[in-house]
């Protein structure tokens, strides 16, 4: 893969990135028509994760916004026994 913004390593490519990709490859729009280039001719790497929040395409599921959630109360794993 090619060197992308945010990416140290030439061989990774950075999480925006990679989604931008995969829905180029499906045809799904990310930003509105208005946007400079096509989407399915942009280049990946320069989408952001802002530009999914801001799409007119995706809901944004922020589960802080739900009432009674509470990130410090999910368990992750079983505590380990001694």
């Known amino acids: 893969m ?11 490519i950075i999480c925006s990135a990679l989604i931008a990709q995969a829905f180029q490859r499906v045809r799904f729009p990310i930003l509105a028509s208005a946007q400079r280039h096509a989407p ?3 280049d990946p790497s320069l989408y952001t994760p802002r530009d999914f929040d801001v799409s007119p395409y995706f809901a944004i599921v922020k589960p802080t916004i739900e009432q009674g959630f509470d990130y410090r109360k999910l368990v992750w794993a ?4 001694d």
């Open 40 to 42: 399915e001719t942009r």
């Open 78 to 81: 079983p505590e380990a026994s």
């Open 2 to 12: 090619a060197t992308t913004l945010g990416s140290r390593d030439p061989r990774r």
